[in-house]
């Protein structure tokens, strides 16, 4: 029986020539990085970057995570990834957030299950890479579980914290609705009563006629 092989991994920063930590097709994020990013002061910075993905399914669940961007490299190619992580800076092969990146970038290959550590893509040319000692080890497992708890707890509370959100946007809106002079409501109402017409006559305009 061969010896099962010890976990070793060193980023290979710049010189990496396969950037899958940045183009896997999602980069979470967890309410512990708001924090920590409240706290370093880079909140500002990378909150533009950010989305809520809502479930599409009954199987889905909400996430936090980075927005995407295409890659110029492939434009043209039929490649699986097309896109990557908006905090990606393709020109210098770099992330623009390093130092501030999110756990589940810090922790990336290694991921921790809740009751096993895993590689989840192998194709990460830091695989095998560095000096495995028995401190290092424990340091990548640790903050694997850390991102664990994280990220089950984010999934556990976004629901609830996105209700309240959209809650107080819905009542934002009432009370704008409310304040409208009369004028106002009109112009609205009207603006909102033409774009079903517009949309019927341009999808007439577009469709095709018939041979002459």
């Not at 000096?131 to 089950?152: G, H, S």
């Not at 009207?190 to 774009?195: D, L």
């Amino acid at each position: 029986m061969p010896e099962k092989k010890k976990y070793s991994f060193k980023c290979q920063e710049q010189n990496c020539s396969d950037r899958v930590c940045c183009k896997r097709p999602h980069v979470n994020v967890t309410f512990g990085d708001l924090a920590r990013w409240m706290t370093q002061g880079y909140i500002e910075t990378i909150l533009p970057g950010l989305t809520i993905k809502v479930p599409a399914s009954e199987g889905d669940s909400f996430a936090i995570e980075t927005l995407r961007k295409p890659l110029k490299s492939a434009e043209g190619k039929d490649e699986e990834q097309a896109d990557a992580c908006i905090f990606f800076h393709e020109e210098s092969n770099a992330c623009t957030i390093r130092f501030s990146r999110p756990i589940s970038c810090r922790t990336f290959p290694l991921e921790y299950t809740g009751s096993k550590f895993v590689v989840t893509d192998q194709r990460c040319s830091g695989i095998g890479r560095g000096e495995v000692t028995k401190e290092a080890l424990k340091e990548a497992r640790d903050l694997a579980e850390q991102e664990f708890r994280e990220r089950t707890e984010t999934l556990a509370a976004l629901p609830s914290v996105y209700g309240i959100l959209m809650g107080y946007m819905l009542r934002q809106s009432a009370e704008t609705m409310k304040n409208l002079s009369e004028e106002d409501r009109k112009k609205l109402e009207e603006i909102m009563s033409k774009q079903p017409q517009e949309s019927t006559e341009r999808g007439s305009e577009e469709s095709p006629g018939d041979d002459e």
